[in-house]
């Protein structure tokens, strides 16, 4: 379970203060401070273009953004707000303030999408790591988290599912070694993305290596019908947003989010 006030202290990022400086630091409260938060989330590679693919790369995106959104139901919850380390030292003064933050973190969320046929079209999960390394200095201009060094996939599978109602994608961490154990990738339910993230920061913070909770053993062929068990220690966040939700609002076209 990562606390909201681990997430906003992610993504607060304002400019560093000179040696010495007597004033006092910036308060993160302050509406004119705003600019000084980050975005977060995920950079989403996209490797298939065939027959139907531009919808259901649509949908996919919008079902992330509003799986994404609904899943931080569970902050919402009184007894969830009273886990977090930050509320139970006082940090937080009234239950306002939380909202606060938690007001900030759900609008910070961001895909940035990445599609380009000619470079991408039928890239392998190597290839893709490739790529990444390449352009991990822009994702970290871009976003808090992307130290993490994982992307989002959809590849041919993961978009010819979406039709038959599978809403996952391919979670890939590019800087993964074989001696990390696994196959560096998995699937992950696109209501389980808010939970993932918040996975990465907790291990990071902790020191705890992030491929531990890729339990998968088998062959890499496994891992296309493999979906990715979550971080046992977190409440399941995917319970506040399932994929038949995101579905009747892709129907909709209910999505609100850039």
């Not at 980050?38 to 139907?52: C, L, V």
């Not at 209501?191 to 062959?219: A, D, H, N, V």
Request: charged share 25%; aromatic share 16%.
């Amino acid at each position: 379970m990562t606390d909201l006030s681990w997430m906003i202290d992610c993504v607060w990022r304002p400019p560093k203060r000179p040696l010495g400086a007597k004033t006092p630091p910036l308060d993160k409260t302050l509406p004119e401070n705003l600019k000084y938060y980050k975005y977060w989330g995920f950079t989403i590679y996209r490797t298939y273009y065939g027959p139907s693919s531009d919808e259901h790369w649509e949908t996919l995106l919008g079902a992330i953004r509003q799986q994404t959104r609904l899943a931080f139901g569970y902050y919402e919850v009184e007894w969830f707000r009273k886990k977090d380390k930050a509320w139970q030292k006082r940090r937080y003064t009234s239950a306002a303030e939380y909202d606060r933050d938690l007001s900030i973190i759900k609008d910070l969320f961001r895909l940035f999408p990445r599609e380009h046929p000619s470079l991408l079209s039928g890239l392998s999960i190597e290839g893709v790591r490739e790529i990444c390394l390449q352009e991990h200095s822009e994702a970290e201009e871009k976003m808090a988290g992307a130290d993490f060094n994982f992307v989002l996939v959809a590849d041919e599978a993961v978009l010819n599912g979406i039709p038959h109602g599978e809403f996952a994608v391919k979670a890939v961490g590019y800087d993964w070694d074989k001696l990390d154990g696994g196959w560096g990738w998995e699937r992950v339910s696109t209501g389980s993305l808010l939970e993932f993230w918040g996975m990465l920061l907790e291990f990071r913070e902790s020191g705890i290596g992030k491929y531990y909770t890729f339990q998968y053993e088998g062959p890499v062929e496994g891992l296309e019908s493999y979906l990715w068990a979550g971080n046992l220690s977190a409440p399941r966040f995917e319970r506040c947003s399932q994929p038949q939700t995101a579905q009747r609002e892709v129907g909709a076209k209910g999505f609100t989010f850039d």
